[in-house]
């Protein structure tokens, strides 16, 4: 098997399969109690925060511990926008992940008023566009780190600069689901207030994602209890997951060129179909800074779903978009963001690298891919 659909979800590495069976094992015990094992267990709980934030460049106690990093994007766009005073504007980077985008009908519900932001036909954000939408009464902005379905780095540093200029007291938020430990980010050393990761994204297990909130920063709780992580998100932790998470990440920071890794796979699987066949790159140059390291989208020709289980009959496992939306027939809202064809979108699969993927599966994917499109090739859209 070559699984080269990362982007949906990792394998867990086996240093997280080993930490959470020793978390299940023997340090299953509730963190909030006040006997020695659960405080032994509160103090691993602890060490994962310091490594998890030091990861992410924050502060230990910025971390707050979610289910998915879905629930960490709803956790920092709706709960910012509880606290806030009287109707305000709220902007939304049009290719969001649904996590973030559909938070639209509840913001309204508050009063609020929302917009989005396009791209330009590479996928990243226009930026004069957005600088025309920013003034004084924007309170919240959302735009993610990396694209998951284009790859496409958007210039978080830069917009939030920007949003900044226009308000000062307004809030940046960034999904880093798809960016965290693949593309260099320090929270503290930027001005981003809000930052969303998840474990499954790194070779971490389910079930377990966080959200970093800069010092000073006001969010409301959307689960109430018995007031765990700050308040913020009432339950008992996940200490098996929790503990994953940061093996997860503790692997992943043990490869000090792993982006350059990633991309080596990725360039090499992109040069062997580039001279092969005739291909469209839906997003940024594949070699440009603006493209991740780990994410190649190609319309090949044929329908994605064609090519996506006639790939998977040579044990070659693909994406053709964010796998929370990938059973659904409309155009994505990455695709419909940078004004892409329809037929771009039919045509589109996308291959995601991780970090157990090598040079030789990139070969053999692209041979895959190659034998997969003489038998379809007579089938191509037009």
Request: charged letters at 20%.
């Amino acid at each position: 098997m070559i699984y080269l659909d990362n982007s949906a979800t990792t394998k867990p590495c086996e240093a997280a399969v080993q930490a959470m069976h020793e978390a299940l094992e023997n340090g299953w015990f509730n963190p909030s109690a006040a006997y020695g094992p659960a405080v032994r267990a509160e103090k691993r709980m602890w060490e994962a925060r310091e490594l998890l934030a030091n990861a992410a460049g924050a502060k230990p106690d910025w971390l707050v511990f979610t289910a998915s990093g879905s629930e960490a994007d709803s956790l920092a766009i709706l709960g910012s926008a509880a606290r806030f005073h009287g109707g305000k504007r709220i902007l939304l980077f049009a290719g969001e992940h649904p996590a973030v985008l559909r938070t639209k009908a509840q913001l309204e519900a508050m009063g609020h008023t929302v917009e989005t932001f396009g791209a330009g036909p590479d996928g990243v954000v226009d930026l004069p566009r957005l600088v025309s939408m920013l003034d004084e009464h924007v309170a919240l902005l959302s735009c993610m780190q990396v694209n998951n379905e284009t790859g496409a780095i958007q210039p978080i540093e830069e917009i939030a600069r920007l949003l900044k200029q226009a308000n000062p007291q307004a809030l940046m938020h960034v999904d880093g689901v798809q960016g965290f430990l693949r593309v260099p980010f320090r929270m503290e050393r930027s001005l981003v207030d809000l930052y969303s990761v998840s474990a499954h994204k790194i070779h971490g297990p389910k079930g377990v994602a966080a959200l970093f909130v800069r010092e000073g920063v006001r969010i409301a709780a959307r689960v109430e209890g018995g007031g765990q992580e700050h308040a913020l998100r009432s339950g008992t932790e996940n200490t098996p997951g929790i503990a994953g998470f940061a093996a997860a990440a503790q692997w992943m920071l043990s490869f000090p060129e792993r982006a350059q890794a990633l991309r080596a796979v990725k360039m090499r699987l992109y040069e062997r179909l580039r001279g092969a066949v005739p291909l469209r790159v839906n997003g940024p140059d594949p070699g440009g800074e603006s493209a991740a390291p780990h994410i190649l989208n190609l319309s090949l020709g044929v329908r994605g779903e064609v090519m996506l289980h006639a790939l998977e009959q040579e044990g070659v496992y693909v994406g053709t978009g964010s796998a929370c939306s990938s059973k659904k027939r409309e155009m994505s809202a990455a695709f419909r963001a940078m004004g892409a064809q329809k037929s771009a979108a039919e045509t589109a699969v996308r291959f995601s690298i991780g970090m157990m993927n090598t040079l030789e599966e990139a070969d053999e994917a692209a041979q895959a891919v190659l034998r997969c499109l003489q038998v379809y090739g007579a089938f191509q859209r037009r």
